[in-house]
């Protein structure tokens, strides 16, 4: 795992990029997506929350290709809960099992958590560490 500071939407098309989530689907099908990178990827790409409201739904609460180059990477059951280290380590699995299978060459992923989510890095690195490679930047945004 490799640890660097920048913006992760620079590598877009670059990269795979993870983009944090949560379980939650609205009354209307579509995947909250109110915060931090995951806010930033629904400003850009406008069909991303209904198309994880509509994975969520079928697949659950997992990482999911969602087409752009991007992926879901699930941090929490629920937006309004806080995140779960037990899901951070879960999708660090699904997203490396992922990678393996698309033979991806560089997975970005926002330290998942630690933003919105107040979780402390010191005590998420370690749960990434069991499961990246190489292949995957954890991104910190500049101060």
Do not use: Y
């Amino acid at each position: 795992m490799i640890e660097a500071t920048g913006d992760i939407w620079e590598e877009l098309g670059a990269a795979v990029l993870a983009v944090t989530t949560s379980g939650t689907v609205t009354r209307k099908g579509g995947a909250v997506m109110s915060r931090g990178v995951a806010s930033q990827a629904a400003r850009r790409f406008p069909e991303l929350p209904e198309l994880l409201g509509e994975l969520l739904q079928r697949s659950g609460n997992h990482v999911h290709l969602l087409g752009h180059g991007i992926v879901s990477f699930p941090v929490e059951e629920s937006a309004w809960a806080n995140p779960e280290p037990s899901i951070i380590s879960r999708s660090a699995r699904e997203l490396r099992e992922l990678a393996d299978r698309e033979g991806w060459g560089k997975v970005l992923v926002p330290r998942p958590g630690c933003g919105g989510g107040g979780l402390d890095w010191r005590e998420v690195r370690p749960l990434l560490l069991e499961h990246f490679d190489a292949r995957f930047v954890v991104m910190t945004v500049p101060a």
